[in-house]
Structures are given as C-alpha cells and as structure tokens.
C-alpha cells in the first residue's frame, strides 16, 4: 500500500518541530527573517509543493545549505554585538526605552558592568538593567560628567607679609555622586596643614601662617580632590608674595 503525501508532510513536521502542532506566527511589517523563519518557510514548501512536480532533492539541500549559513551568521553577529558590548563599561551612555503605554523615557548614566541574560548582553546602570538594542548614544565618561566635577576659580592673589590677610580661592566640590568631601592645598612641594585652611559657602581660605615662611616670589597652588576621579588642578592658583614693609 502506497504513503499518502500528506503522511510524509505530516512526518516532516513532527521532525522540524518536535510534536505536531497549530502555530500561528506573528511578524511585524519590516522585521528580520530569522532562522526560525526560514526554516518554517521551507516546511511550508514541502507541504505546499506540485505533486507531478515535486522539488528536486537538491534543491532541498541547497536551501538547508542557506539556512546554515544564515544561522552562523546570525550566532557570529550575536557574538559580535556582546563582544562589543563589554567595552562599554565606564562608558557615560544615553538609553531610550519605550513603556507598555508606548511612551518613550531616555536614562543617562555611566555603565557599571555588562551582564549576559538569555545569551544578550545587558548593561547596568544606576542598577538597572538595559538591553544593548535600547542604546542610542555612548561619550566618553569623563568629558560628559566634567561638568559635576570639583573645580576652581581662577585666582591671582597677593599675599603682603606686612599687611597679613587670608588669602581666598572660590571652590566648587562637584555634584551628586562626583563631589568631593575634602581638598588638598599644597604650595613649595608640601601640602598646607588643615589648621592653616578654612572652608564656607565655596571659598577656601589660606591663612597667614602658611605663607609667612615662604620667601618672596610668585608660587602656584595645587588642589586635589578626593572626588572619585581624583580631580587635581594645579595651574588655576598663584600667589604672589611681597612684603612692603608697610602695616596697614
């Protein structure tokens, strides 16, 4: 007794899909056809084919030939894409995500570390998990967050050994998680003693009795942050020292 057509597309499908099953596909206009695609397309030829003309077996060979290669190259670019994606770690980046709603919310951050979930790669940031495909802009850390960085006023002072003032330089510790707590000053090669240094409302004072021993002359001021980027600037602050021999 003859097999039926439909006995043999009927066993193909068990083969291609494991049981026999009802499965409805749901694609959206301009998607990528992917493996799972293909091959649901190649069943579908062997059930729909010409029985007076039924596709050659070479023909079969050949499309599970492209099926192959389309698979490898869907794992190689996956591997590509999560080899990259390691390389954004301390990276500042902008994220887009779209709700259930369908609104859009953009995230800024820095990247704490790459994390793989259901062979993709994922981001965190600000401990939240992102995926790489809702990315849109990467800069470099430090250039983008400079701006909440401890900085310093330009200052050219004048310290007269006659006439004794505190010498002041308007700071800025940073913001939010780029603040600094505490600030270096050190003048000639050695830093100054804390109780020769006052701090409020953003001006660092240094006092008289950290410059009354040095000899006259123009020195710089360097001042180093304990920010989490070590922030130093070294050429903002001079001060020149004098002593004109007149008390006023």
Request: charged letters at 25%; one cysteine or more; proline letters at 3%.
């Amino acid at each position: 007794m003859g097999t039926s057509l439909q006995g043999i597309v009927t066993g193909l499908d068990e083969l291609a899909f494991g049981k026999k099953t009802t499965q409805t596909t749901e694609r959206t206009p301009g998607g990528e056809l992917g493996k799972d695609e293909f091959l649901q397309l190649l069943v579908c030829q062997m059930k729909n084919q010409d029985p007076l003309e039924p596709e050659k077996d070479t023909d079969f060979i050949a499309q599970l030939a492209q099926f192959s290669a389309l698979e490898q190259m869907q794992n190689l670019n996956e591997t590509a894409v999560n080899s990259q994606a390691f390389g954004l770690v301390g990276k500042y980046v902008k994220i887009k995500t779209k709700s259930p709603s369908g609104s859009y919310s953009e995230t800024n951050g820095v990247v704490d570390y790459i994390t793989m979930k259901d062979g993709e790669a994922q981001m965190s940031v600000d401990g939240k998990l992102y995926k790489i495909s809702d990315l849109v802009e990467v800069k470099d850390s430090y250039y983008a967050i400079q701006q909440y960085l401890p900085s310093v006023e330009k200052t050219e002072a004048v310290y007269d050994k006659s006439n004794k003032k505190p010498v002041d330089i308007k700071i800025d510790l940073g913001e939010g998680d780029y603040a600094a707590s505490s600030v270096v000053v050190v003048m000639n090669g050695e830093a100054v003693k804390n109780e020769f240094l006052s701090y409020e409302d953003g001006v660092l004072s240094i006092m008289p009795g950290a410059l009354d021993e040095l000899e006259n002359g123009d020195y710089e001021v360097g001042l180093y942050f304990d920010d989490p980027y070590s922030t130093s600037i070294k050429d903002k602050v001079t001060i020149k020292i004098t002593d004109s021999g007149i008390d006023e």
